[in-house]
Each structure stands twice: as C-alpha cells, then as structure tokens.
C-alpha cells in the first residue's frame, strides 16, 4: 500500500489551502479516509474522515465549519480543504485508510495501521 499526500505549505491567518492524497495497492472505494495531524510536541490528533462512499462525514470539532474533507473514488484519492487557517491549525497532515469510529455516538475516531509520510501546514499570524 502506498500513501502520498501533497499539498501542503505555508499561509498567513486566515488563508487557505487543499491537501490530497493519493492511494494505491488497495481498493480505495472500500475503506474509510481519514486526515490527522501532529503539531510539535503534541500528540498526533483526528482532524476529518469519511466513510467508503464519501456520503458521510466526520470532524474534530476545532475544525468543523473550516475544513471539508472529500474524496474521489475513482481517481483512489481524498482531499481536505481547509479554510481560516490559523496559527493552531500548524502540525504535520497524516493521511490515513481505514480509520475507525467508536462511541455511542461514533464521535471517537481511531486512524488505521497505513499512513501517509505527511504534509506540512504552517500557519503564521
């Protein structure tokens, strides 16, 4: 399996940017997608998922409202789109297949065992 994300950069407040990623060596319509991210000495954190279809969506709740993930199934990829960066929103992006939800209410996401080498999102004030 391989996992390519792209897309990342730097932005002032306020600025956006779309992050993809590219997988291969699986069948991509059946799993999960999911983003997270690690900003330094923090620990790696669920930002956004969708399930198999893209009909369904989740998000952390500092992201709601700016981000958006998606996905395209027939080109094997997954996109987040991420508006009003700010500087909190600076961390490494990890994409990730098959990530699970748990909890009552499947608001506890848990990433899979395959991640993408990430991106950086630095977001200066």
């Known amino acids: 399996v391989q996992v390519a994300e792209s897309g990342g950069g730097s932005v002032q407040t306020g600025g956006s940017l779309r992050l993809s990623c590219v997988v291969s060596?699986?069948?991509?319509?059946?799993?999960?997608m999911g983003w997270f991210r690690q900003a330094p000495g923090k620990e790696r954190e669920f930002v956004a998922a969708?399930?198999?279809?893209?009909?369904?969506?989740y998000y952390a709740v500092s992201v709601k409202g700016r981000f958006t993930i998606s996905r395209d199934n027939a080109k094997n990829t997954v996109y987040l789109e991420m508006t009003s960066l700010q500087p909190e929103d600076t961390a490494v992006y990890y994409c990730?297949?098959?990530?699970?939800?748990?909890?009552?209410?499947?608001?506890?996401?848990?990433?899979?065992?395959?991640w993408g080498q990430g991106t950086q999102v630095t977001v200066s004030s």
């Open positions: 990730n297949v098959n990530p699970i939800a748990t909890g009552p209410r499947l608001d506890t996401w848990h990433p899979g065992t395959v």
């Open positions: 060596g699986v069948t991509f319509s059946s799993y999960n």
């Open positions: 969708t399930i198999w279809s893209g009909e369904r969506r």
